[in-house]
């Protein structure tokens, strides 16, 4: 792996109330000097310098220069640079192209968690990042998700037996405490709980429940499904009560409560049937993660990458307080 030239160059990172914003100080020649290369991809000091600088700036003063964060920061931020730019590369000879569509789209979804287009601004700009440069790191992820459906696309699912298999060596991370089989009522006020609770004495509880409940499952019959013993104090009522047992009216920050025991379970395992669909996904996860990491570290071993590790070692943390 060939070095470069070691040269100093410092991240300066600023301090305003709880927002830290990274930028770079060095001279124009040595901000174009190449830390990085992959194939014909390079990371320049400067790009180095404010990636490593918007990573750090989550700590505190004294944390974004332990030693220790700094290096864990660096090879992170290669890591993620060598990921993208074997993507790009891998994306040019199979023609996989994110559309302009599928950005939008992905930008707008993102924006929509915001309540207005200047707090989305605003938060780009507490992160140190332009607008363009955040919708380049957005291509940039969507394409990598892109090559990693590609590359996965042809992993089988597990086996029956694998599926069994995890499941008896890890039986106990499905045990279960005391449960009961749960519906709901909820009302916003105390004289419409107790007309209710009058009303339930000669109708089912789930008709009742999708008329008069200001709940969510409302549309389901108030019907909340299992509740394990010890997940919300007020639930916990419900297990002094038999099966087909309604409750009294109870009181909590969201309204009157009345309850509705179906069924109830004691402590134990949950079934091979209950957890089948996660074991699935988890063990789909492990193979295309498997696949993906075999491949990629098949594009490295191909590719041309150099690191000019003095350089990059050379890259210090400053912080300083705005006054």
């Not at 938060?123 to 990042?129: C, S």
């Not at 389901?220 to 916990?236: C, Q, R």
């Not at 990059?312 to 400053?318: L, P, R």
Request: charged share 30%; glycine share 4%.
């Amino acid at each position: 792996m060939r070095t470069f030239v070691q040269s100093p160059i410092q991240v300066g990172l600023f301090i305003f109330l709880a927002t830290i914003l990274g930028c770079t100080n060095p001279s124009s020649q040595l901000a174009q000097r190449t830390l990085v290369q992959v194939n014909e991809q390079t990371l320049t000091a400067k790009e180095f310098a404010n990636r490593l600088a918007r990573k750090l700036k989550a700590y505190d003063s004294l944390a974004a220069k332990d030693p220790n964060n700094v290096i864990r920061a660096k090879e992170e931020i290669i890591r993620a640079f060598i990921l993208q730019a074997l993507a790009i590369d891998y994306a040019k000879k199979e023609k996989i192209e994110v559309t302009d569509k599928a950005l939008e789209d992905e930008v707008n979804s993102f924006r929509s968690s915001y309540p207005d287009d200047l707090s989305f601004r605003r938060a780009l700009a507490e992160e140190g990042i332009s607008l363009a440069d955040w919708k380049d790191e957005m291509k940039a992820h969507l394409l990598e998700r892109m090559i990693f459906k590609k590359i996965t696309s042809g992993v089988e699912g597990p086996k029956p037996n694998e599926i069994e298999r995890y499941y008896q060596e890890n039986k106990e991370r499905y045990r279960l405490k005391e449960r009961v089989y749960l519906r709901q009522i909820i009302t916003d006020e105390l004289s419409k709980a107790e007309a209710i609770r009058d009303e339930l004495k000669k109708k089912d509880f789930a008709e009742v429940a999708k008329k008069s409940s200001v709940s969510p499952e409302a549309k389901a019959g108030g019907l909340i499904g299992w509740m394990e013993k010890g997940t919300v104090d007020i639930f916990d009522k419900a297990f002094l009560l038999p099966v087909g047992g309604v409750s009294g009216i109870l009181e909590s920050p969201y309204g009157f409560h009345i309850f509705k025991v179906e069924r109830k379970a004691p402590p134990g395992f949950a079934s091979l049937e209950e957890v089948r669909p996660q074991i699935v996904q988890f063990l789909m996860g492990k193979k295309e993660q498997a696949l993906f990491a075999s491949w990629l570290d098949a594009q490295i071993r191909s590719a041309r990458v150099l690191r000019d590790q003095s350089m990059i070692n050379s890259v210090t943390v400053e912080t300083r307080g705005v006054k």
